[in-house]
């Protein structure tokens, strides 16, 4: 336990196994072992808006096993095409510190979230608005996306001073994995669990397109309707 | 009842001053002792939620007995839980940011810190409960309330910056004496979005040769070794992520009393509204903001 959370500030101050110089050994297995670990607690967390009443616990439960099913699902379906550009890149020698760096910037995006949990559930305390429970939790993703910038910038400062390619490598890893987690929480959804509607792992109307409800909107106000 | 003394005995020590030297702070934060300072944080909530729960007493027909026990439990708990609820993310982002204190050292200074805001939100009982005696406005009393615990908070919160800047100028006279003579800065990459250095913080810890009474941040670190009026060279990375962290700290200040804020409104009734019964809490509706606006209006209406 003490060790594990030691490791948890060596990702956070870039020391140790996770200075991001060298590709440290079980250092992936351990970062995933936090995304899930953090992960499941804040969603745990996020589910209490109104996974506390006596028939809705299990709310809980799909919201603890959502935040890392997120966070892994769209990181797995965007490796193959990050591994395919960075091999047609000619950076293939050095895909493993580049796997290493984007995995260790979703285990600080859990960690911080696991860090911001209680001023989630004191906020859940004080709101009755399920739109403003929504808008706490995206302020609250937010912050952990920036902040994870950090851990990830510092496992690639060493690539990109070997290869100026790695910077683009790395913006088009953020562009991917932003266009597909976007839809990917779209379809994961209710991740908070709405009151008044009953507790489902799925939404029945979920399998949309983000993208479509968005653009429809956009034309819905922009039209007046 | 002697440890309680001491604890008092701790409290004034730190109140004077004597217990943030720069020499005491240089060996780090262990002398601010955690229990003694926890002891007094809870007394002096109890003594301040008192006087607060009066009005209940005085203002009620019946009295509200109860609402002196009840405040006089929440002052200590809006305090405490305001802590555990803030304290993760800012080990978090500290450490996220190169911050160079463990958690128990944080926690110290923190705990002081509200040991601090205590002793004068404590000081100014005497007050609140003058003007509860001769007041009967329930909007004046809750805005008497907010303003006190205020100026308090912002005693505290000076408090802790001054140990937070006393430590790091510590380290930093500590790091320059060990090396001889200060350390090269390392070489650092830009990235387009921040300066990213490769080294270690302690490496690079020392400010450059030449720049001995350098100023951080363009505040005032540093401004007790002595008058260098020049003009400043351009930053270090470890010193534009001094500015980073600082700027961190700050977000975090905010945070901080936003949470306060939010909790103090979680943990309402403090003073007890008339014409509502005696509740241990409210439902939930509303925020904090808008109730002290709500009562601004109410005073001037």
Not at chain 1, 16 to 41: K, Q
Request: net charge positive; hydrophobic share 50%; aromatic share 10%.
């Amino acid at each position: 336990m003490r060790n594990s959370l030691l490791q948890v500030d060596d990702l956070l101050r870039g020391r140790g196994r996770f200075s991001g110089e060298t590709i440290a050994a079980g250092g992936i297995r351990a970062l995933l072992i936090f995304v899930i670990t953090f992960g499941t607690f804040y969603g745990a967390v996020m589910g209490t808006y109104t996974g506390l009443a006596p028939d809705r616990a299990h709310q809980l439960l799909y919201s603890g096993v959502k935040v890392p099913l997120f966070l892994l699902v769209t990181f797995a379906l965007c490796l193959p095409s990050f591994f395919v550009a960075n091999t047609i890149a000619g950076l293939r020698q050095d895909f493993g510190e580049a796997l290493q760096a984007v995995v260790a910037a979703q285990a600080c995006v859990t960690v911080v979230l696991a860090c911001l949990a209680p001023v989630t559930g004191l906020l859940y305390l004080s709101i009755s608005s399920y739109r403003l429970a929504v808008m706490v939790n995206g302020v609250m993703f937010a912050a952990a996306s920036f902040a994870s910038q950090i851990v990830l910038r510092r496992h690639y400062a060493p690539l990109i001073r070997k290869s100026s390619k790695h910077r683009f490598m790395l913006h088009a890893w953020l562009v991917f994995y932003i266009f597909v987690g976007i839809q990917m929480g779209w379809v994961l959804r209710p991740f908070i669990g709405a009151p008044g509607s009953p507790v489902r792992f799925f939404r029945d109307d979920a399998w949309g397109n983000a993208y479509v409800v968005l653009a429809r909107l956009i034309l819905s106000i922009l039209g007046g309707r | 009842m002697a440890g309680m003394f001491s604890s008092f005995r701790d409290l004034d020590q730190l109140l004077r001053g004597n217990a943030t030297t720069p020499e005491l702070l240089g060996k780090g934060t262990d002398h601010l002792k955690l229990g003694s300072n926890l002891t007094v944080v809870i007394l002096l909530g109890i003594i301040y939620g008192v006087s607060m729960g009066l009005f209940g007493v005085l203002t009620h027909e019946p009295p509200i007995n109860l609402q002196v026990l009840s405040s006089a439990l929440k002052v200590p708990a809006l305090f405490l839980l305001t802590l555990v609820v803030t304290f993760p993310s800012l080990y978090v982002f500290g450490a996220l940011l190169g911050v160079d204190l463990s958690p128990a050292q944080i926690l110290r200074a923190l705990m002081a810190a509200i040991a601090v805001n205590l002793a004068v939100l404590a000081s100014l009982a005497p007050i609140t409960a003058f003007f509860t005696l001769t007041t009967t406005s329930y909007s004046f009393m809750t805005l008497l309330n907010v303003a006190f615990f205020a100026l308090a908070g912002f005693v505290g919160i000076g408090f802790l910056l001054t140990v937070l800047q006393r430590i790091e100028l510590a380290r930093r006279t500590l790091v320059e004496s060990r090396h001889g003579k200060p350390a090269e800065p390392k070489p650092a990459v830009a990235d387009g979005v921040g300066i990213v250095e490769p080294d270690e913080v302690r490496d690079a810890c020392a400010p450059p040769p030449s720049q001995p009474a350098r100023e951080i941040g363009g505040s005032t670190w540093g401004a007790d070794r002595g008058l260098d009026i020049r003009f400043p060279p351009p930053p270090t990375p470890r010193e534009l992520r001094g500015r980073s962290a600082k700027r961190v700290f700050y977000a975090w200040l905010m945070l901080y009393c936003f949470v306060g804020a939010q909790m103090a409104w979680v943990l309402r009734p403090f003073i007890g509204a008339p014409g509502l019964p005696f509740g241990v809490f409210r439902e939930r509706e509303g925020n904090f903001l808008q109730s002290v606006l709500r009562s601004i209006s109410n005073l001037l209406n």
